[in-house]
């Protein structure tokens, strides 16, 4: 089974660094048939997809448009977890943040969620 | 604005049969298989349905989907109050190259 444990903190000043973590069990992230992903949910924007890292014969990420210049998600094989970094960040950034596994085309599992607050 | 499209909001008595839409568009739903999460209040998405109409261990065949060119639909038959809650459509992008998602549909069971 898998699990997907996120910690990080929930409360981030305008314009400094979001960064939260995704500890892994029961599957590796460096696992040649996942892909490991970051989604935020707010009421002004739905489910949004940030980007997502993932490891064939190296490692790769894909990110979305709207943060593309702020975001960095990096694996941690050591500890088998991936992090998220959300540079730069105002109240819009202000949501709850998922990390997922896709796997067989799905994303199948996910972390509990972390409510992150941009606020002086 | 989400990219794929589902009415805000749903509902039926028990015992109903409830469908609900998901439009995309031919970079979308047309090229790749549509997934749907279950969302309980404060609580991650659950997946539902995988590659269009599949159902993962555990989720009752009261649960199905469907695709039709660039739309997709989710149907509950036998309506449960357990079953009030958000449904999420889902589906890779080749244009945007990510995950997009609808804005969701609250269901309501009267």
């Known amino acids: 089974q898998v699990q997907l444990q996120q910690s990080g903190p929930g409360l981030v000043k305008p314009s400094q660094t979001l960064s939260l973590t995704c500890a892994i069990s029961?599957?590796?992230?460096?696992?040649?048939?996942?892909?490991w992903n970051w989604i935020r949910q707010s009421p002004s924007r739905g489910l949004e997809w940030l980007g997502r890292?993932?490891?064939?014969?190296?490692?790769?990420?894909d990110y979305a448009l709207s943060v593309k210049s702020r975001i960095t998600i990096n694996p941690d094989t050591s500890k088998n977890q991936f992090s998220l970094q959300l540079n730069s960040v105002t109240p819009e950034d202000t949501a709850v943040y998922y990390c997922?596994?896709?796997?067989?085309?799905?994303?199948?599992?996910w972390g509990q969620g972390t409510l992150v607050t941009v606020s002086s | 604005q989400s990219v794929l499209t589902q009415p805000p909001s749903a509902s039926g008595t028990p015992g109903q049969r409830v469908t609900i839409s998901c439009s995309g568009s031919s970079s979308n739903i047309g090229r790749n298989t549509v997934n749907w999460y279950q969302q309980l209040p404060g609580t991650a998405p659950k997946l539902l349905i995988y590659?269009?109409?599949q159902r993962p261990s555990g989720v009752p065949d009261r649960f199905s989907g469907s695709k039709s060119g660039t739309s997709a639909s989710l149907a509950i038959s036998g309506l449960q109050s357990e079953d009030e809650a958000d449904y999420y459509c889902a589906a890779w992008d080749d244009s945007l190259n990510g995950w997009v998602f609808g804005g969701g549909t609250k269901l309501t069971v009267l």
């Open positions: 590659s269009n109409n």
């Open positions: 029961g599957d590796s992230v460096s696992s040649k048939s996942a892909a």
């Open positions: 997922a596994r896709t796997y067989g085309g799905n994303n199948d599992y």
């Open positions: 890292t993932y490891y064939r014969s190296k490692w790769n990420n």
